[in-house]
C-alpha cells in the first residue's frame, strides 16, 4: 500500500475551493472542472428531498448570483489511494448554511468531485 501524499490532500482541497469560490462569486463556471460530467447530488434543500443531476447547482450559484460575505471551510476527512471524501460547511450563503459531503475520485491523475451530499440547516 502506497502512502498518501500531501500533494493529494492539496489536490483535494484545490479541487473543493472551486467550489466555495463559485459560490462566493456566483458564477457556476468557476466549479464546473471541479465535478464530473455526471456528477450527482442528493440532500434535502427547504424540508424537499432533492436527488438528481449537478446541473440544478449549476443554475442555482448563477440565478442567486455573488454572495460575498459566505464563509466556507474545507477539511478532507480522507484519501485512499484514488478516492477521497472531504466536508464543506457553508454559512451565510443567500442567507442559507449547508453542510456537504463532496466524495472525489482521482481520474487521469486529477481530482474530481463525483458526487454531493448536504445538509441544509434551517
Not at 467550489?19 to 465535478?35: L, N, P, R
Not at 424540508?47 to 449549476?58: F, H, P, Q, R
Not at 489511494?81 to 486529477?110: C, M, N, P, Q, Y
Request: proline fraction near 2%; hydrophobic fraction near 40%; aromatic fraction near 12%.
Amino acid at each position: 500500500m502506497e502512502k498518501i501524499k500531501v500533494s493529494d490532500y492539496e489536490a483535494v482541497l484545490e479541487t473543493v475551493k472551486k467550489y466555495t469560490d463559485s459560490c462566493k462569486e456566483g458564477k457556476s463556471d468557476i466549479m464546473k472542472s471541479a465535478f464530473t460530467e455526471n456528477a450527482l447530488m442528493y440532500g434535502y434543500l427547504n424540508g424537499e428531498y432533492y436527488n438528481g443531476s449537478i446541473e440544478a447547482l449549476y443554475g442555482a450559484v448563477d440565478a442567486f448570483g455573488p454572495a460575498p460575505d459566505t464563509k466556507a471551510r474545507v477539511d478532507v476527512l480522507s484519501i485512499e489511494g484514488t478516492a477521497a471524501v472531504a466536508r464543506v460547511t457553508l454559512e451565510d450563503w443567500h442567507g442559507l448554511s449547508f453542510t456537504d459531503f463532496h466524495s472525489l475520485i482521482k481520474e487521469d491523475g486529477e481530482w474530481k468531485i463525483i458526487a454531493k451530499v448536504f445538509h441544509q440547516y434551517q
